[in-house]
């Protein structure tokens, strides 16, 4: 089944545009979702609308409301959230080019993946994607998407654009308030150079295909096996893990380290013996 765009439109660049698509870049149905079930009947749980003293309602009968203090509201109806919402335009203007290490990480919401609408568009997309690769710059607009308006960054994903949504600024929090009780004191050099030692054994390019979902596909065989036993009960056994045994949390953090270094050796790349 072929994958439904996102959103269909124009990127504008002055006077430019390109049609182009936008397709999720994320698999939300890789994750394991559950529903509340019943046991006694084995019937899946729904919901009911219900206000405190008067019981289940109606949908017709339901508003949205803002809480500005505990238990008062402001009320606001469909018709009065229609008239404020922004108008779904098919154009994303790109107003402003920064460099990529100037967006905190922390800004990032959501990828997308940016492909030309029809071969008319390819040269002026190509252009584009060289253009920012070339500058080593991002591309910030704003699109306008079911009535809100989202901050995105675009920039070159190999043949492709890549888009991503950025959180707004008072969506994230300041991170320095968490920090204020850390102690300023600078590490012993030896500590410090013993730590730089195990990251450069331990450094490689990232590979994403190299990490597994333990906890998911435990989760999954144990589902499966549930399925084919047609049991009501599981019973999952802990395996204890000699390394997180009993004994003292005190380490002393120089031997470690020193320990540490000592066991990470080198990989060695695997050579094919020439024949003689």
């Known amino acids: 089944m072929a994958a439904r765009a996102y959103w269909q439109g124009q990127i504008r660049?002055?006077?430019?545009?390109?049609?182009?698509?936008?397709?999720?870049?994320t698999k939300s149905g890789a994750k394991i979702r559950f529903n509340q079930i019943h046991e006694p009947s084995g019937k899946r749980i729904s919901y009911e609308k219900?206000?405190?003293?008067?019981?289940?309602?109606?949908?017709?009968?339901?508003?949205?409301?803002?809480?500005?203090?505990?238990?008062?509201?402001?009320?606001?109806?469909?018709?009065?959230?229609?008239?404020?919402?922004?108008e779904s335009k098919r154009t994303l203007e790109l107003v402003q080019f920064v460099d990529a290490c100037e967006i905190d990480p922390l800004y990032f919401e959501k990828p997308y993946y940016v492909a030309p609408q029809d071969e008319l568009a390819e040269e002026a997309f190509i252009v584009l994607r060289e253009?920012?690769?070339?500058?080593k710059k991002v591309a910030l607009g704003q699109l306008s998407v079911r009535g809100?308006?989202?901050?995105v960054a675009v920039k070159p994903c190999g043949k492709g654009l890549l888009l991503e949504?950025?959180?707004?600024?008072?969506?994230?929090?300041?991170g320095q308030a968490f920090f204020d009780?850390?102690?300023?004191?600078?590490?012993?050099?030896?500590?410090?150079?013993?730590?730089?030692?195990?990251?450069?054994?331990k450094s490689a390019p990232f590979d994403a295909s190299e990490f597994e979902d333990r906890y998911g596909q435990a989760l999954r065989k144990l589902i499966?096996?549930?399925?084919?036993?047609?049991?009501?009960t599981?019973?999952?056994?802990?395996?204890?893990d000699p390394d997180t045994g009993g004994g003292s949390n005190v380490i002393d953090l120089m031997a470690a380290l020193k320990k540490s270094v000592g066991e990470e050796k080198p990989k060695k790349t695997s050579r094919r013996k020439k024949s003689a």
């Open 13 to 25: 660049l002055a006077l430019v545009s390109i049609p182009v698509e936008i397709y999720s870049a």
């Open 50 to 86: 219900v206000v405190p003293g008067i019981g289940p309602v109606d949908r017709d009968e339901i508003i949205k409301g803002y809480e500005v203090s505990k238990g008062n509201y402001v009320l606001l109806n469909e018709d009065e959230m229609d008239a404020v919402r922004i």
């Open 131 to 135: 253009a920012l690769r070339k500058a």
């Open 148 to 151: 809100s308006e989202k901050l």
């Open 165 to 174: 949504t950025l959180r707004y600024a008072d969506e994230v929090r300041a």
């Open 181 to 201: 009780d850390i102690d300023d004191a600078k590490p012993k050099k030896e500590l410090l150079e013993l730590a730089n030692t195990l990251i450069e054994q």
């Open 224 to 232: 499966d096996k549930k399925a084919k036993s047609k049991s009501k």
């Open 234 to 240: 599981a019973v999952i056994e802990d395996v204890d």
